[in-house]
T-cell receptor, first 111, second 112 residues
């Protein structure tokens, strides 16, 4: 059974600080990694994709991938109250059409 | 935003009745997926499709069936709804299997 683990939280971070969200996965064959943001009562929204080791930056968001250690993380710089949401990590294996999702981390940004 | 429409958006029905949820896409994507989302379980895959008339089971497929007769439409059917199938159902689409999926707005289904 492939697993994707996230800290369930909730995680509280002061406005303007860096929020750090972590995800570990069990299958070493995993090739594609995604972060989704989900506001309460809404659908998941893709915010980052990462496919190779290292960092990928997009605005205030940075995804970090370490395949040797089997973890992927998401950093949110200059956190804003609008970043308060549940963040889902999703992992896809090579040649597999399916994603495995973590249960999500609820993030609250405190003004 | 990806052109995905789920219908209905909300439904309340009784145990034992059949229910069909529809997902319609305008992106001409090959892959379509049905998930359910429940507190404490996250998103769980019910069924998915990799082409017209080509479908496969996910991790929680018991009690559900699907059909895809056209590229743009993917139907999820609960033949005889049970209270355990009360959930929020999301449809997702993807251009290729290893690419990110994009989600519809969801259907909130309550079975009494």
């Amino acid at each position: 059974q492939k697993e994707v683990e996230q800290n369930s939280g909730p995680l509280s971070v002061p406005e303007g600080a860096i929020a750090s969200l972590n995800c570990t996965y069990s299958d070493r064959g995993s090739q594609s990694f995604f972060w989704y943001r989900q506001y309460s009562g809404k659908s998941p929204e893709l915010i980052m994709s990462i496919y190779s080791n290292g960092d990928k930056e997009d605005g205030r968001f940075t995804a970090q991938l370490n395949k040797a250690s089997q973890y992927v993380s998401l950093l949110i710089r200059d956190s804003q109250p609008s970043d308060s949401a549940t963040y889902l990590c999703a992992v896809n294996d090579f040649g597999n059409e399916k994603l495995t999702f973590g249960t999500g981390t609820r993030l609250t940004i405190i003004p | 935003d990806a052109g995905i429409t789920q219908s209905p958006r909300h439904k309340v029905t009784e145990t034992g009745t059949p229910v069909t949820l529809r997902c319609h896409q305008t992106e001409n994507h090959r892959y379509m997926y049905w998930y359910r989302q429940d507190p404490g379980h996250g998103l769980r895959l019910i069924h998915y499709s990799y082409g017209v008339k080509d479908t496969d089971k996910g991790e929680v497929s018991d009690g559900y069936s699907v059909s895809r007769s056209k590229t743009e439409d993917f139907l999820l059917t609960l033949e005889s709804a049970t209270s355990s199938q009360t959930s929020v159902y999301f449809c997702a689409i993807s251009d290729r299997g290893n690419q990110p999926q994009h989600f519809g707005d969801g259907t909130r289904l309550s079975i009494l």
